[in-house]
């Protein structure tokens, strides 16, 4: 077995086209929700999400293929070019074929999605343009960062909904750590904030009307949020030996299926994962440091998430550090566990817990130490990040710092 | 609005009601506290959105709109809703 190290992190989300910006607006608390833009508001009875802003596509792609890769893709690119950058990979000496390319989303190419309706419902015409299926298919991302790399290892899109990203992510640790692969570039991606996909958001009743408030009595329900977030993971020994810099290790995964309710969360579930999660990175509850919550500030996952954290933790939960950063870059979805994966890496190599923004008041029912409104410096040794999907399938990741 | 319209709108919401907890209309009554014939907040969701179809309004993305208690408030909000509806 191989200890997995982070070398890489790219992001493009609400707080910035880097992960770097995404972290620093992350620290100071800035939150990237606004008025939605890409959508004329008199179509829409809610009116904010944490978009992306100012991405010019033409500026990072050539114009040929950017008529052939969905704005899903675009993220994962940007996100993937900048992991691997920072990561100071190569790909040489064979490990091109070594190197797996995992990439989850929720929907997928929702935007050519929306464009083909349109056109086929809206206009009545019979014909989509060609590369439409390959554009919008769930794998697009991860085909198209193994051909902008060349890399020839294993390579697939995930798909859980809003676990998707972790779920990838844990996939791809696993495949280190067992050997199947040495390197990875892995996270998820979503461009879902698109008329058709807005409508059934709207029609679930889970938004929120003005902005996102996790664990608060007063909050109202989530915001969407979109981008990408990418992770370079190698071998630790692999890293340690090319001198590379370590922002944390991935040490365990958790996943587990309520098998309940299609919207429902359990806590029971949730808090199987977590566990799960803190076993296999041999971390006792009494030493864990940092929770990066999935933090939806729904009715309802605030309540079973801080239940599960409860039963998985025992008396412990009063001492972690929990936070969610959904308050400020929102919920991407697919994408969500790579945005809150970065964050978590940066937490450990930066030794400071990002602030759940937007906050007022803990809901009653909400008990735990929330991190508000300030990020807070503090040892972080130990973190989690909680992913908790739709459907109830659940995916925990546990980091380490590398000492 | 006149009551036959308002009779209208009870039995509309009844039979939407009734229909999302496949049971006969006529085994409800206004009185029902929705958490008492099990509707769950899921329920409550494919409800709304039956009745902004059948009377074409729109109710508000508001977290109240999910804290109703018997089908007599639903029916007292539906018709609000249509005499702002009406009265705009």
Redesign the interface.
């Known amino acids: 077995m191989h200890r997995v190290a982070i070398t890489g992190l790219g992001c493009i989300s609400a707080l910035g086209h880097d992960a770097n910006s995404h972290w620093r607006s992350a620290v100071e608390g800035i939150s990237g929700i606004g008025p939605i833009t890409a959508i004329p508001p008199e179509k829409l009875?809610?009116h904010v999400a944490a978009e992306v802003k100012g991405f010019d596509a033409e500026k990072h792609f050539e114009p040929v293929k950017l008529a052939v890769i969905d704005p899903y893709s675009q993220y994962a690119l940007v996100a993937a070019r900048e992991a691997i950058a920072d990561s100071g990979l190569t790909f040489d000496h064979g490990l091109h074929d070594d190197t797996a390319v995992i990439i989850g989303t929720g929907i997928g190419g929702a935007k050519t999605i929306n464009e083909d309706s349109e056109r086929i419902f809206g206009q009545g015409k019979i014909r989509t343009p060609p590369m439409s299926i390959p554009k919008l298919m769930p794998s697009a991302a991860a085909s198209q960062v193994t051909m902008e790399y060349g890399l020839n290892g294993p390579a697939f899109g995930v798909t859980s909904a809003c676990s998707s990203a972790n779920h990838a992510i844990g996939e791809a640790y696993w495949m280190i750590k067992s050997g199947r692969a040495r390197a990875a570039v892995t996270g998820g991606s979503e461009a879902c904030l698109v008329f058709g996909s807005m409508l059934g958001w709207?029609?679930?009743?889970v938004?929120s009307?003005d902005t996102c408030r996790p664990f608060c009595i007063d909050r109202?329900?989530m915001v969407l949020g979109e981008g990408a977030g990418v992770l370079v993971l190698e071998r630790l020994e692999d890293a340690q030996a090319r001198g590379a810099r370590i922002y944390a290790e991935i040490a365990g995964m958790g996943m587990t299926s309520d098998a309940g309710?299609?919207?429902?969360p359990s806590a029971e579930g949730a808090a199987r994962a977590i566990r799960q999660a803190l076993e296999e990175a041999e971390i006792a509850p009494g030493d864990l440091h940092y929770i990066n919550a999935h933090g939806t500030g729904t009715?309802?996952n605030d309540v079973a998430e801080t239940k599960a954290i409860h039963l998985a933790l025992g008396e412990a939960a009063g001492h972690v550090a929990v936070s969610s950063t959904k308050s400020m870059h929102g919920h991407g979805l697919g994408a969500a566990g790579a945005l809150e994966a970065v964050i978590t890496a940066r937490a450990i190599a930066d030794q400071i817990a990002p602030p759940t923004a937007n906050f007022t008041m803990a809901d009653p029912e909400c008990d735990l130490d929330y991190v508000p409104n300030a990020a807070r410096s503090m040892t972080i040794d130990t973190a989690l990040s909680n992913s908790f999907a739709f459907g109830g399938l659940n995916a925990v990741l546990a980091f380490r710092r590398l000492h | 609005m006149s009551e036959v319209d308002t009779k209208t709108v009870e039995s509309k919401i009844v039979e939407i009601v009734a229909n999302q907890r496949r049971t006969d209309p006529a085994k409800l009554s206004l009185s029902d506290r929705l958490e008492d014939i099990e509707i769950?907040?899921?329920d409550l969701?494919e409800i709304?959105?039956a009745i902004e179809d059948e009377f074409d309004i729109?109710v508000?993305?508001?977290?109240d709109?999910?804290k109703l208690d018997t089908l007599q408030d639903v029916v007292d909000g539906v018709q609000r809703l249509i005499n702002e509806k009406n009265a705009a």
């Open positions: 009875k809610i709207q029609a679930l009743r938004l009307v109202k329900g309710s299609l919207t429902d009715g309802q | 769950e907040s899921i969701v709304i959105f729109d508000p993305q508001d977290r709109a999910m």
